[in-house]
């Protein structure tokens, strides 16, 4: 072979070697990022808006704009402008993104500024808060995220979430938004807002439901405390739970992990506590493990009064440690002969551990509202096939129609009352005043089946029996004609159930049939403007009724155009003393342009009053569809 074959041959070689290195490390560069891609957890896309407006909608009518000098980081941000409504701002579909039971770190820049574009500018308030919201395919909203801004400085929202199991996932948005106010004013409700830096990650948290968006599942009570859901006081998502009636320090939620960690592992926990009772400005708590009969600190930290404060830290998991069975609990700090001021009652939230390297973000405490919820058993609101028809083998309470001498109306007026299934007049049974609407009798609530409805549910288990009282709430005097239909002095008559029920039609029931006494045993629900009454006199009567609901209820408890209303927004709330024994429900038809956003408005009041309540949509008009529903999920919750 002469030496012109070989050097082409050595030449050969030295390419294709030159071009195998470039295509593995072509390929390792595409699996890389192929791999890179696979294994993000970014549900958002598009979130740092280096893409422009791809991906991104104007929520609600809001005009969406890039912002070249307005950001956070990069060379972008997203501007909002022209909001008609305080849900309006930028959104994003995120169909397909997230799943049921996984949890969610989430978070955003936002920054609002005088702008030249917007004359209302001028007047922005110093401080402004601002919403991360997920909305479902079945029409629920969920605040994720939150954060205070100051006027032309960027506020980060944060927040941890997880998806509840019942979630309905067919179509799901996430959004910016500023709090819900019914009539927003441009200068403070409709401000022109920037963002940038859009997040929501997944965590793999060795904590299960830390944030209690499916309710009690994975949690349990160390030291006979009581736990209860907290539906308004919360720091994120729908619930907190929240630790009452503590005899230790240890005294709260707890959850079995045995399995779940690793000797040698290092993990950073962090969690959320809540606290107003008590004499102390702070308290100390504590995120705890045991392991076998071992129990250590993994984090602890002093938070404030009133105020959600963030306690983390960072834990190894010992070499030696006893991994057989192996438990994570919160408590206040260790007292071994603790004082009242040790054993206060304190809500807990957003409770993570994750192996070190994770994501989980940073947030700062926010303030939230105040008080000790009764346990609302779950947040399903669905009802079974045929919950109110008649079904094979189960037995019906009687119907009665009696009557009663009204001191109101000075003269005898009619209810029908609907005995439990198997009544026995030698038990005492718990009541439930059941209202109808504007025009109804007592008798309009049978064309609703509760008879069938609570009895179905007796026969399964899921409401307690009682006795029903359905009253004609249109008080009139014997010395007053018939009133016009929708006439104000209409309105006046009912208003007038109050005293009847105080003065007249409650001492005759109790006088005429076995009826446990107290305000535990009492509930009082309405539709339209039984709803609207049922508000008004669970407020007024709350020494008398522990239980109030209220499907798709009427205007007129606040002030409208027409009326002045019976309450205000500061006295449409529950006194501190009787919140950790009252529960509202609230139900407004998604379809109903009958009452409007009052069902809302009336939640809000409460919510901005700090009280603790129910209050879901559910499909439907003005109708039995939503009243029905209401009627079930009132009854599965109260006398519990």
């Not at 030295?14 to 195998?20: D, E, H, L, R, V």
């Not at 397909?96 to 955003?108: D, E, F, L, M, P």
């Not at 007292?335 to 304190?346: E, G, H, N, R, V």
């Not at 299934?421 to 009541?431: D, G, M, R």
Request: aromatic share 12%; hydrophobic share 35%.
């Amino acid at each position: 072979m002469n030496k012109e074959v070989l050097e082409v041959k050595e030449k050969m070689k030295k390419i294709m070697k030159f071009a195998a290195l470039t295509f593995c490390a072509m390929f390792l560069c595409v699996f890389s990022f192929m791999t890179a891609q696979a294994d993000s957890s970014e549900v958002i896309k598009n979130g740092d808006i280096e893409n422009g407006l791809t991906d991104w909608n104007g929520q609600y009518g809001s005009t969406l704009s890039l912002a070249y000098y307005t950001k956070a980081s990069g060379n972008l941000g997203l501007k909002s402008s022209g909001r008609t409504c305080t849900s309006a701002g930028p959104s994003q579909d995120i169909t397909g993104r997230i799943q049921a039971g996984k949890t969610y770190n989430v978070s955003a820049k936002v920054q609002y500024r005088q702008d030249e574009s917007d004359p209302d500018s001028v007047n922005y308030p110093a401080e402004k808060t601002f919403l991360m919201t997920l909305r479902y395919g079945d029409g629920t909203y969920v605040n994720i995220g939150n954060a205070t801004a100051k006027k032309g400085e960027w506020g980060t929202i944060q927040g941890t979430y997880t998806v509840p199991a019942n979630a309905d996932l067919s179509n799901v948005t996430v959004f910016i938004e500023t709090p819900y106010v019914s009539n927003p004013a441009p200068a403070n409700d409709l401000i022109t807002f920037y963002v940038d830096d859009v997040s929501m990650k997944e965590i793999v948290s060795v904590i299960e439901n830390g944030g209690f968006e499916n309710g009690y599942d994975k949690w349990t009570s160390i030291g006979n405390a009581t736990l209860n859901l907290g539906y308004v006081t919360k720091y994120s998502g729908n619930h907190s739970m929240q630790a009452t009636d503590r005899k230790a320090t240890a005294a709260g939620p707890l959850q079995d992990i045995t399995g779940k960690i690793q000797k040698g592992q290092k993990y950073k926990v962090s969690a959320r506590f809540y606290f107003t009772e008590g004499s102390r400005a702070e308290q100390t708590f504590n995120i705890c493990i045991k392991s076998g009969s071992k129990i250590s600190i993994m984090a602890g930290g002093n938070v404030s009064r009133g105020n959600w404060g963030l306690v983390e830290g960072t834990y190894t998991i010992p070499a030696d440690a006893d991994l057989s069975s192996t438990k994570v609990f919160v408590e206040t700090a260790f007292k071994s002969s603790p004082a009242a001021d040790d054993l206060i009652p304190f809500y807990v939230d957003d409770i993570s551990m994750i192996a070190a390297g994770s994501d989980t973000g940073k947030d700062e405490p926010v303030d939230a509202g105040y008080s000790k919820p009764k346990s609302f058993i779950d947040a399903n609101y669905n009802t079974p096939a045929d919950f109110d028809q008649k079904k094979a083998g189960v037995t019906y309470g009687e119907i009665k129609t009696v009557e009663y001498y009204s001191y109101v109306a000075e003269m005898n007026r009619k209810a029908t009352v609907i005995l439990p299934p198997k009544y026995n007049p030698s038990k005492k049974y718990p009541v439930l005043y059941l209202l109808h609407g504007i025009g109804g009798s007592e008798t309009e609530w049978l064309d609703g089946n509760p008879n069938e409805i609570v009895s179905n549910m007796v026969a399964a288990g899921t409401a307690k029996e009682m006795i029903m009282v359905l009253p004609n709430q249109c008080v009139r005097h014997k010395s007053e004609a018939n009133p016009a239909h929708l006439s104000l002095e209409q309105f006046g008559m009912y208003n007038r159930m109050l005293d009847d029920l105080k003065t007249s039609l409650i001492p005759y029931i109790e006088k005429n049939y076995p009826v446990k006494p107290g305000r535990d045993n009492r509930a009082i629900a309405g539709l339209s403007m039984g709803g609207r009454n049922a508000i008004y006199i669970g407020v007024k009567m709350v020494n008398d009724f522990a239980y109030t609901g209220a499907f798709c209820p009427a205007v007129g408890v606040l002030p409208y155009w027409r009326e002045d209303g019976l309450l205000t927004t500061k006295t449409l709330t529950i006194p501190q003393e009787y919140r950790k024994n009252t529960l509202y429900m609230i139900v407004a038809g998604d379809g109903d342009t009958i009452v409007g956003d009052s069902p809302l408005q009336y939640s809000t009041t409460l919510k901005n009053n700090g009280f603790d309540h129910i209050y879901y949509n559910w499909p439907g008009g003005h109708w039995w569809g939503p009243w029905k529903n209401g009627l079930y999920n009132f009854a599965r919750r109260i006398f519990q």
